[in-house]
């Protein structure tokens, strides 16, 4: 393509095989399996298909447009590490980014990029699909109380189920 646009004239810069960092990648999250036939009626889980991918940011991580878009990646990274090609077909396939508290500016920057942001129920948004990879965002602070406990004991804070987070 080099040779091609520089015939044609066109003043443009390459890279090639560019490193993403100094590790390899290392995919973080928590896969969640859900077995045909099962069936589930909660906000969060009715959203599950076959294959999840649950992805908890902690209270002192950030969750940017980037970090959104770097999760998503991942998934598709997951998606693509088959036996065999399609062996996940991403119809079968959801991701589910969970944060304590609300991510303002990542919301935004999803509106202004064009993506649906659906609330669900308190605290669960849907969020438009990326190549067909169903997302939701679950802010934990914003649940009411009783629903999920375990979400917020993962919260900085908590020492019992049943326990609020402190620092909402």
């Known amino acids: 393509m080099k040779v091609e646009f520089a015939l044609l004239g066109a003043d443009l810069e390459y890279e090639q095989e560019i490193q993403l960092g100094e590790d390899p990648i290392r995919l973080d999250f928590l896969i969640i399996k859900k077995k045909p036939g099962v069936i589930l009626t909660d906000p969060i889980g ?54 304590h508290t609300h991510p303002r500016e990542l919301m935004k920057a999803l509106e202004e990029g064009g993506f649906a942001v659906d609330k669900k129920h308190p605290g669960i948004y ?13 802010v934990s602070s914003r649940l009411p109380q009783g629903e999920y406990d375990g979400l917020h004991l993962l919260a900085k804070g908590c020492t019992e189920p049943t326990q609020r987070p402190t620092n909402l």
Do not use: C, H
């Open 126 to 138: 849907r969020i438009g699909s990326i190549a067909s990879l169903k997302i939701q965002l679950i």
């Open 46 to 99: 009715e959203f599950f298909e076959a294959v999840n991918i649950f992805e908890y940011k902690s209270p002192e991580d950030g969750l940017s447009i980037d970090d959104f878009y770097k999760a998503v990646a991942y998934a598709f990274i997951y998606k693509g590490y088959g036996r065999k090609v399609d062996e996940l077909p991403i119809r079968d396939m959801t991701m589910t980014l969970v944060r």
